[in-house]
Each structure stands twice: as structure tokens, then as C-alpha cells.
């Protein structure tokens, strides 16, 4: 090992990275490279809950103020969220099976991030998701009615 991983994070995985396509795997960062992989299925986990609650919290803009005059870039936002969630999803199909679960850790970002961008208090919104798995992913557009 020549280069720190403390001292140069991208330096270090470049060189961890030829060392393993050069079969020099007794020089490589063991430890290091133990502790990044297992972060590795992390952050794409925190990806996901990042992309639903943007989605979430732009669905409930779009359910709650159904006169805003900028919706067009919400329903672009929501679109853009909606492919990258399909993408991680395609990639990562483990999700599936907790996607219920990392819908219910994001919602509460999808409120605070109505509850920013609107004029609505926290007691306006719904407690938890008020959508299912379908119709978060799908082409579903909630309508100010709607309870």
C-alpha cells in the first residue's frame, strides 16, 4: 500500500482497484476495503430513501395544492424520482423486499419537505405514506379530493 486512505479516499480506491485487476492481492488495503464494500449496499439504500422522499414529498405538494401555478416542474421532479427509484430498484432487486419499510423511513422527509415548500403546517399532512408501492412507482397523480 503506497497511497493513505485517510489522506486520499479516490487515490486509494483507484489504486486498491488496479491492484485487484492485477492479481497483487497481497499488497492490498484488507481492513479498508472490507468496511467500503460493506458501505457500498448503504449508500445505495440511502439513495433510494432519498429519491422516494423527494417523490413523496413532491406528491403531497401536487395533492395539497392543486392551483400552484409551477406544477409543471413538480410533475418533471416526480417523474425524474420516479425513474431513478425504477433504476436503483432494477439494479438492487434485494430492495423489494423492505421497500415498505424505506417508504416509511422516508416519509417523514417527504413531510419536511412539504412543510418547506408550502404553506401548510406538519398537521396537514397525513400521519404516514398515504400511497402504496404501485402507485408511488407508477403513473399516479393524486387528486386534491382525495382522502
Known amino acids: 500500500m503506497s497511497i493513505n486512505y485517510d489522506q486520499d479516499f479516490f487515490a486509494w480506491s483507484q489504486e486498491q482497484a488496479q491492484l485487484l485487476r492485477s492479481g497483487h492481492f497481497s499488497r492490498l488495503d484488507i481492513a479498508h476495503l472490507v468496511e467500503e464494500i460493506g458501505d457500498l449496499g448503504k449508500r445505495e439504500r440511502r439513495a433510494l430513501e432519498s429519491r422516494l422522499a423527494v417523490l413523496m414529498g413532491h406528491l403531497l405538494k401536487w395533492r395539497y395544492q392543486p392551483d400552484y401555478p409551477h406544477r409543471k416542474s413538480w410533475r418533471a421532479t416526480i417523474n425524474t424520482q420516479r425513474r431513478g427509484i425504477t433504476k436503483l430498484l432494477n439494479e438492487n432487486p434485494s430492495f423489494g423486499a423492505e421497500f415498505d419499510k424505506v417508504i416509511a423511513e422516508a ?21 404516514s405514506c398515504p400511497w402504496d408501492e404501485e402507485q408511488i412507482l407508477k403513473n399516479y397523480w393524486p387528486l386534491a379530493n382525495e382522502d
Not at 416519509?107 to 400521519?127: I, M, N, Q, R, W
Open 107 to 127: 416519509y417523514p422527509d417527504a413531510v419536511d419537505l412539504a412543510v418547506a415548500e408550502t404553506p401548510f403546517d406538519y398537521d396537514t399532512f397525513p400521519e
